[in-house]
């Protein structure tokens, strides 16, 4: 099942992305679950897919606008160095641990929206990630166990203003400024994806094919990302893991290449979908 969040007629909402449009389910499964968060708290998943199955379509893709999948997650980690390739044309050394900085729900943007360059620098980085959503909370998940917390999983562009990442040691500065992480189309949920070591994921910009890889790749798996993660934060429904970034970034190119005004860039992930957006500068 995809679900994906939206505004339609002004009010915000969610619900199944189906042959010929989406099914509405808001509001549908309980009055009070009203959106994707709503939901995944309520551990109603099984009633949604229940609802939808055999339903045709509320009304066409064309008739929303997306939202970022969970727009208000309460915790968006994400994971940096987590491919060799990645770490190796960064130059850092190897870590026993996975390396987290945080990105705040008010930088995101939705799939077809633009990604914004700030003002303030020339250096925006294009990211292909997978995002994993958490279904059921926890602290000090056991790796044997944390699949069984991932609600889904969707494509995820982690733009990042490299200049400012590296004003000190800290991350956070460049890696959330508004309009800069795009996350869409949609959620996968977990039951449709047998084994995500297998999806390949890659960044395309104006055509061109900029970073190509496989989830099998990953130098941290998601079950310890996650019970790493559970760790030193409490997992919540709704929050999102972004597991990490292939190598072939345009900061570490022989010339750079940034995303600049007018450029499109789009993140895929084989089963999952093709997340696509604009670049435009921040006025």
């Given at each position: 099942m995809k679900l994906a969040s939206y505004?339609?007629?002004?009010?915000?909402?969610?619900?199944?992305?189906?042959?010929?449009?989406?099914?509405?389910?808001?509001?549908?499964?309980?009055?009070?679950?009203?959106?994707?968060?709503?939901?995944?708290?309520?551990?109603?998943?099984?009633?949604?897919?229940?609802?939808?199955?055999?339903?045709?379509?509320?009304?066409?893709?064309?008739?929303?606008?997306?939202?970022?999948?969970?727009?208000?997650?309460?915790?968006?980690?994400?994971?940096?160095?987590?491919?060799?390739?990645?770490?190796?044309?960064?130059?850092?050394?190897?870590?026993?641990?996975?390396?987290?900085?945080?990105?705040?729900?008010?930088?995101?943007?939705?799939?077809?929206?633009?990604?914004?360059?700030?003002?303030?620098?020339?250096?925006?980085?294009?990211?292909a990630e997978l995002a994993i959503v958490i279904g059921r909370g926890g602290r000090y998940i056991d790796e044997a166990v944390a699949m069984e917390h991932v609600a889904g999983y969707s494509c995820y562009n982690d733009g990042s203003v490299r200049d400012w990442q590296r004003h000190t040691h800290q991350f956070t500065p460049g890696k959330t400024f508004?309009?800069?992480?795009?996350?869409?189309?949609?959620?996968?949920?977990?039951?449709?994806?047998?084994?995500?070591?297998?999806?390949?994921?890659?960044?395309?910009?104006?055509?061109?094919?900029?970073?190509?890889?496989?989830?099998d790749q990953l130098i941290f798996p998601l079950p310890r990302l996650i019970a790493y993660c559970s760790s030193f934060t409490p997992l919540q429904p709704g929050d999102v893991i972004i597991t990490g970034t292939p190598g072939g970034v345009g900061d570490r190119r022989e010339p750079p290449v940034y995303m600049k005004p007018g450029d499109v860039v789009a993140v895929e992930i084989g089963g999952i979908g093709r997340l696509v957006n604009p670049i435009v500068a921040e006025e």
């Amino acid at each position: 099942m995809k679900l994906a969040s939206y505004v339609r007629t002004g009010s915000p909402g969610f619900g199944a992305v189906v042959e010929g449009g989406i099914v509405d389910l808001t509001g549908r499964i309980a009055p009070h679950i009203v959106s994707l968060k709503a939901l995944l708290a309520a551990d109603r998943v099984a009633d949604a897919r229940a609802y939808v199955e055999g339903r045709r379509a509320d009304f066409s893709r064309s008739d929303v606008r997306l939202l970022p999948v969970v727009p208000d997650p309460s915790k968006i980690l994400c994971i940096g160095l987590n491919y060799e390739k990645h770490r190796a044309e960064t130059r850092r050394p190897d870590s026993e641990y996975p390396a987290v900085f945080t990105r705040f729900a008010d930088s995101q943007v939705a799939d077809g929206e633009p990604i914004i360059r700030p003002r303030v620098s020339d250096r925006l980085d294009y990211e292909a990630e997978l995002a994993i959503v958490i279904g059921r909370g926890g602290r000090y998940i056991d790796e044997a166990v944390a699949m069984e917390h991932v609600a889904g999983y969707s494509c995820y562009n982690d733009g990042s203003v490299r200049d400012w990442q590296r004003h000190t040691h800290q991350f956070t500065p460049g890696k959330t400024f508004p309009g800069t992480g795009a996350f869409g189309p949609w959620l996968v949920t977990a039951d449709e994806v047998a084994d995500y070591r297998q999806m390949s994921i890659r960044c395309i910009l104006n055509g061109d094919v900029m970073q190509d890889a496989t989830l099998d790749q990953l130098i941290f798996p998601l079950p310890r990302l996650i019970a790493y993660c559970s760790s030193f934060t409490p997992l919540q429904p709704g929050d999102v893991i972004i597991t990490g970034t292939p190598g072939g970034v345009g900061d570490r190119r022989e010339p750079p290449v940034y995303m600049k005004p007018g450029d499109v860039v789009a993140v895929e992930i084989g089963g999952i979908g093709r997340l696509v957006n604009p670049i435009v500068a921040e006025e």
